[in-house]
């Protein structure tokens, strides 16, 4: 990947890279331990910590959830905008939680998971550089120094165990991934690579920081593509995360050369 890492050193920007390939198991690479802000990158190990509640019966999906206006915060999603005598059932909030992103509906699921058990459960996956210590839109704990962190290598380390079906169980790994199948933002992991590629996947933003992580597929090949990057303007983050994975997928993928 002597190509992926000539590009990288051309940048003004910190960037963190994991990639593996199902088939031959691969890897590669480019500080992937070095921890970033997760912005809602860490909405994918929520889902899971959700999903492990569920698979013990201590949690209903089906469970329907009324949501105030006066909960509600704003930023990515959906749920602000809509009226407040709506109901939701958990699973509605899971798939808005990744969907698009919805900032109400990740609150909603971390008041009813708790701090505490969704980062036990990260520790329990393995995700070492990974902690939730604030909502999403909660700039107050942001101002007093308590932030959301992740690194590539965990985010890959969590797309790998669903792939392998080495957390939850072979069902609910597969509505995970069926729902990350779904995401509606988009402009990075695909931006470069041709419509014969189905991606799922979970975007993350916050200014001048773009993140992109998740599963390419074509046909029975699966590839995990993390790219996390900081320091520059979002348009241009965004063109990074193109770039690294265009290279990353096209040197391993002799069809697409």
């Known amino acids: 990947m002597k190509n992926v890492l000539d590009y990288i050193d051309r940048l003004n920007c910190s960037v963190g890279v994991y990639y593996k390939e199902l088939e031959t198991q691969y890897m590669f690479e480019y500080n992937s331990d070095k ?51 709506n109901t939701y059932t958990l699973l509605d909030l899971a798939k808005l939680m990744i969907v698009l992103s919805d900032n109400t509906a990740t609150n909603i699921i971390i008041d009813l998971l708790g701090f505490e058990y969704i980062n036990k459960y990260f520790k329990e996956i393995g995700l070492n550089e990974t902690i939730l210590q604030r909502k999403m839109m909660d700039f107050d704990r942001k101002r007093l120094g308590f932030d959301n962190f992740t690194s590539a290598r965990d985010l890959g380390l969590t797309f790998y165990k669903l792939c392998k079906k080495e957390v939850l169980n ?88």
């Open 35 to 85: 921890i970033f802000p997760s912005a809602s990158t860490i909405k994918v190990p929520i889902l899971l910590a959700l999903f492990n509640k569920v698979l013990k019966g201590e949690i209903d999906l089906n469970k329907r959830i009324n949501i105030q206006k006066d909960y509600t915060v704003s930023g990515a999603g959906i749920v602000y905008l809509l009226d407040e005598n």
């Open 170 to 257: 072979p069902y609910y790994c597969n509505l995970a991934i069926e729902i990350l199948r779904e995401q509606k933002l988009k402009g990075g992991l695909d931006r470069y690579l041709s419509n014969k590629y189905e991606i799922a996947h979970k975007t993350g933003e916050l200014n001048n920081l773009e993140h992109d992580c998740g599963i390419v597929f074509k046909d029975h090949k699966a590839f995990i593509v993390v790219v996390l990057t900081e320091g520059e303007e979002n348009y241009i983050l965004k063109d990074v995360i193109g770039n690294i994975t265009s290279k990353l997928i096209k040197g391993s993928d002799l069809n697409e050369k």
